[in-house]
């Protein structure tokens, strides 16, 4: 099973800064993983899948990178609605799995 | 609008069995794989199941597999998760979601908000 680790665990900005998410995988994964963006009692919400790819809806300050190993979430400008849970996914090898998480929370 | 609603959750003592339903609407349920993912209370995310659009094929975590059954009813758009053999470990909010589809499976576009199972006793 392939381990999805997210880092850091929480991240503390301030609205209107950037925002670099991590996400490294136990062994390649190619392109095939996504992000989904968590608000508090509410289900995820898909952001980028393909790593890179921005799915319907989804404002152009959220952007995807990376490919093996390595991926980043990147948000270019905080709104105060996205310090919320930020997760990773992995779809390259049975099971897909998840990341643990990244809290982004208000400095 | 596009939405899954679950329903069936509760609470369950050890051992013991539950139903879980999702009614899909304002899309061609039949058309999409459907997937079962669980969050156990202050956790991340877990697959536990999926079903393809015409119900011939299911796969299932390791830790659910020979407990859970997932199955669906095209006619009706209802997704449904059987769960038997309950352990505490089981606790968790579970989502049903559509899988984004194409060459994309695995993916999970559309999420419900979810219904609450407490396995103890």
């Known amino acids: 099973e392939i381990v999805l680790t997210q880092s850091p665990a929480t991240l503390s900005l301030s609205p209107g800064e950037r925002a670099t998410l991590s996400c490294r995988a136990s062994?390649?994964?190619?392109?095939?993983l996504a992000w989904y963006q968590q608000k508090p009692g509410q289900a995820p919400r898909l952001l980028i899948y393909?790593?890179?790819n921005r799915a319907i809806g989804i404002p152009a300050r959220f952007s995807g990178s990376g490919s093996g190993t390595d991926f980043t979430l990147t948000i270019s400008s905080l709104e105060p609605e996205d310090f919320v849970v930020y997760y990773c996914?992995?779809?390259?090898?049975?099971?897909?799995?998840f990341g643990q998480g990244t809290r982004l929370e208000i400095k | 609008e596009v939405q899954l609603v679950e329903s069936g959750g509760g609470l369950v003592q050890p051992g013991g069995s539950l139903g879980l339903s999702c009614a899909a609407s304002a899309f061609t349920f039949s058309n999409y794989w459907m997937h079962w993912v669980r969050q156990a209370p202050g956790k991340g995310l877990v697959w536990v199941s999926r079903i393809t659009s015409d119900g011939s094929s299911t796969a299932y975590a390791d830790s659910v597999k020979g407990r859970f059954t997932i199955s669906r009813d095209n006619a009706k758009n209802t997704l449904y998760l059987q769960m038997n053999s309950l352990r505490a470990e089981d606790t968790a909010v579970y989502y049903c979601?559509?899988?984004?589809?194409?060459?994309?499976?695995?993916?999970?576009?559309?999420w419900g908000k979810g219904t609450t199972v407490t396995v103890s006793s």
């Open positions: 062994q390649s994964v190619s392109s095939y």
């Open positions: 393909d790593a890179s």
């Open positions: 996914q992995q779809r390259s090898n049975w099971p897909s799995t």
């Open positions: 979601a559509r899988d984004f589809g194409g060459s994309s499976n695995y993916y999970m576009d559309v």
